[in-house]
């Protein structure tokens, strides 16, 4: 292990967890939009909302709004779910763009659940389906490819510094995945395990299952672990460092703002939703 891989990760019992909101609906989809605010959304409740520190107010109506990403311009996109869709919004939440929906190279886009933007070339996506999962790429210039099949319950995505990796996970294999690209939107091959995840006690499947990833400066990766009422934190080289508790029991996603970690989820599917923030010092992004 590197010596630098523990810098300023703090032991568990030093991160102050401070729940912001208990919501009617499971909650998912963490971003911090272009004015330092968290856009968040709650799936069956068909909202995303938007938090400027004090309030809570309606940004847009989807239908399923799930993963979301922020784009170049300002403007967000946010995958759809239950409709097989994903959709870019500008700042009024209002919808602008189809980015994906129907098929990609005789591929169905079935349940597509988590979305990341490379700022130069276009955006990459999760569909997540037991066994057949897959990861899909659409570009800026209108270009569109499967990255990566065959996936089961492809769920959180992020892409390394360099833009040479993505780092998948599979939720129902409890585990990540690495995909190494030979270019954007093209797999050099097949997705190889980066890492397995610390297990359940319970023996249940449900009990494991990774769902959302965010990457942090050194490279780390934070894994939102579904069931594990936990962030798992994971270095460069794929080694367990730190489990950090979320007070969310179904702990679905994550996002750096500042110095403090977001964290989605709920209680229970489809409600009661709940947001945490993980309070580190100093800060760890």
Same mark, same amino acid.
Request: proline share 4%; with cysteine; glycine share 8%.
């Given at each position: 292990?590197?010596? #630098?891989?523990?810098?300023?990760?703090?032991?568990?019992?030093?991160?102050?967890?401070?729940?912001?909101?208990?919501? *009617? $609906?499971?909650? &998912?989809?963490?971003?911090?939009? @272009?004015? #330092?605010?968290?856009?968040?959304?709650?799936?069956?409740?068909?909202?995303?909302?938007?938090?400027?520190?004090?309030?809570?107010?309606?940004?847009?109506?989807?239908?399923? =709004?799930?993963?979301? @990403?922020?784009? =170049?311009?300002?403007?967000?996109?946010?995958?759809?779910?239950?409709?097989?869709?994903?959709? &870019?919004?500008?700042?009024?939440?209002?919808?602008?763009?189809?980015?994906?929906?129907?098929? /990609?190279?005789? $591929? &169905?886009?079935?349940?597509?659940?988590?979305?990341?933007?490379?700022p130069e070339h276009g955006i990459y996506f999760t569909d997540s389906v037991r066994y057949v999962g897959a990861v899909y790429y659409v570009g800026f210039d209108g270009r569109s490819s499967v990255v990566a099949d065959g996936i089961d319950y492809a769920n959180g995505i992020v892409q390394s510094k360099d833009k040479s990796k993505l780092f998948v996970a599979e939720s129902y294999k409890n585990r990540i995945l690495e995909i190494t690209l030979e270019r954007p939107g093209l797999a050099v091959d097949k997705p190889v395990i980066f890492c397995d995840l610390p297990k359940n006690s319970n023996g249940e499947e449900s009990g494991n299952l990774p769902d959302g990833l965010a990457l942090d400066k050194q490279n780390r990766i934070w894994v939102a672990?579904?069931? /594990?009422? @936990?962030?798992?934190?994971?270095?460069? &080289?794929?080694?367990?460092?730190?489990?950090?508790? *979320?007070?969310?029991?179904?702990?679905?996603?994550?996002? $750096?703002?500042?110095?403090?970690?977001?964290?989605?989820?709920g209680l229970g599917e489809p409600g009661p939703g709940r947001i945490s923030l993980l309070r580190f010092y100093p800060e760890v992004s």
């Open positions: 292990m590197n010596a #630098n891989d523990l810098y300023t990760l703090p032991d568990s019992q030093e991160v102050e967890v401070q729940v912001i909101r208990d919501h *009617t $609906f499971y909650t &998912e989809g963490p971003l911090i939009d @272009a004015n #330092n605010h968290l856009l968040y959304t709650d799936l069956l409740g068909g909202s995303i909302w938007r938090w400027d520190g004090i309030t809570h107010t309606l940004y847009a109506k989807g239908t399923s =709004p799930n993963g979301q @990403a922020l784009l =170049p311009t300002g403007n967000n996109v946010v995958c759809e779910s239950q409709v097989g869709s994903v959709i &870019e919004y500008d700042p009024k939440g209002k919808q602008v763009r189809l980015w994906a929906k129907g098929h /990609m190279q005789n $591929f &169905e886009v079935r349940a597509p659940n988590d979305v990341i933007v490379d672990h579904y069931g /594990m009422e @936990a962030i798992q934190v994971i270095s460069k &080289e794929g080694q367990h460092l730190r489990t950090y508790a *979320t007070k969310i029991p179904l702990t679905s996603n994550l996002c $750096f703002w500042g110095k403090d970690l977001v964290v989605t989820g």
